[in-house]
């Protein structure tokens, strides 16, 4: 399904206004010897502890986007870097990379052919967010290696009031989103950020029920 179709994530429109005066746009940027892929600030969710809500990027890179980025755009950019030097290619940014799930896999699949580590980082919301396409699967054939997908709380109720989905059933989506990653063979990491309503203990215990890598941000 093209980004473009997908009537309720195009609804949520997560572009900061008013940006400054001589903004550019950052369409990749370096951290940790990885490279991560901004290509929207669109989003499912409204997280309470959202990194955006407080700063305009991460590492000094501003992450708002004026206009999301082209396949085009995407391509060219990365034709001018050297990427087998980085240890992953990253989707993630500003927004959730699977609204725009045609360019995720497009990306992935080129990316793939050379050879190149992809990773997807996202809220598990893909399903939703994509009726009518096995997600996981398209991801798997088009050379996903790893996964890393937002737990953030060890309970419905908890998930709901901080990260305040858009779609009713998130949580058991984003649950149910990481064990078809897993068991279609894609490395999986789940992650929670230390706020205090989160269980850390029971948060990882979930991870290691599903046989899921587990990281606190």
Not at 37 to 51: D, G, V
Not at 162 to 175: D, I, K, T
């Amino acid at each position: 399904m093209d980004e473009e179709t997908i009537g309720t994530a195009k609804d949520i429109s997560h572009t900061k206004k008013n940006l400054s005066h001589g903004h550019h746009d950052t369409l990749a940027y370096e951290v940790h010897n990885n490279l991560y892929l901004n290509i929207t600030n669109r989003c499912s969710a409204r997280c309470t502890f959202c990194i955006r809500d407080k700063a305009d990027g991460v590492y000094g890179y501003d992450l708002w986007l004026s206009r999301e980025p082209t396949l085009e755009d995407m391509i060219t950019h990365l034709f001018t870097l050297d990427l087998k030097k980085y240890k992953e290619i990253v989707f993630t940014g500003f927004g959730e990379p699977t609204t725009r799930l045609s360019m995720v896999l497009s990306i992935t699949s080129w990316l793939h052919e050379q050879g190149v580590k992809v990773r997807l980082d996202t809220n598990g919301h893909a399903a939703l967010i994509n009726p009518g396409t096995d997600v996981v699967q398209e991801l798997r054939n088009a050379g996903l290696n790893a996964v890393s997908i937002s737990l953030n709380a060890q309970n419905e109720e908890i998930y709901d009031r901080l990260c305040r989905p858009m779609f009713a059933g998130s949580y058991q989506a984003m649950l149910s989103f990481a064990k078809q990653c897993i068991a279609a063979g894609i490395s999986t990491r789940l992650t929670v950020v230390k706020v205090p309503e989160v269980d850390i203990e029971a948060s990882k215990k979930i991870a290691q029920e599903m046989r899921a890598s587990f990281f606190t941000r």
